[in-house]
């Protein structure tokens, strides 16, 4: 029998590409000694190594290469990681988002379609640096061409994101 959903359905899992026809991802090797340590979470492409990289907050919103995204098939055809890992392979090619559609975590707030969506740069109120949000202010960057795609998150804190 399938479970019922009184009131909305599971998005799916942070990093999942949710419109794959509709998306761009580009294989990234990743910077070991700052490797992005989950899957949905932004990434920073270092304009100096070309290595991709986890979000710091130093950052600043030009410095958006975009979100870490599981791919199947991937380029790197590793068998060494579970499909469902939570965390990047740091040996192999990362798959990130250039354009498109994928969920990701907003642990706080609630998005609305269309709305921009925010990096937090200064850790605090259930936010660490890096995560997604909704309200832009001195702890969190507003990134141009990053907006939400629907209205709110599931029970895991899990919404669709748009990047242009």
């Known amino acids: 029998m399938a479970p019922a959903y009184t009131f909305r359905a599971p998005a799916g899992?942070?990093?999942?590409?949710?419109?794959?026809?509709?998306?761009?991802?580009?294989s990234q090797i990743i910077n070991t000694s700052l490797p992005p340590l989950l899957y949905g979470v932004s990434v920073v492409v270092s304009s100096?190594?070309?290595?991709?990289?986890?979000?710091?907050?130093?950052?600043?919103?030009?410095?958006?290469?975009?979100?870490?995204?599981?791919?199947?098939?991937?380029?790197?055809?590793?068998?060494?990681?579970?499909?469902?890992?939570?965390?990047?392979?740091?040996?192999?090619p990362l798959g990130v988002l250039v354009s498109g559609y994928c969920n990701v975590r907003c642990p706080v707030g609630t998005p609305?379609?269309?709305?921009?969506?925010?990096?937090?740069?200064?850790?605090g109120g259930g936010k660490a640096v890096g995560d997604f949000g909704t309200v832009v202010d001195a702890s969190n960057l507003s990134i141009p061409r990053l907006t939400w795609a629907i209205n709110g998150v599931d029970a895991n804190l899990v919404g669709e994101v748009r990047y242009l």
């Open 13 to 26: 899992s942070a990093g999942d590409i949710t419109r794959p026809d509709e998306s761009q991802v580009e």
């Open 48 to 92: 100096t190594t070309g290595l991709a990289q986890a979000w710091a907050g130093t950052n600043v919103a030009t410095d958006f290469g975009g979100i870490a995204v599981r791919e199947a098939p991937s380029i790197a055809g590793s068998t060494a990681q579970a499909f469902g890992a939570s965390v990047p392979n740091t040996q192999m």
């Open 112 to 123: 609305v379609k269309g709305q921009a969506v925010a990096i937090c740069i200064t850790a």
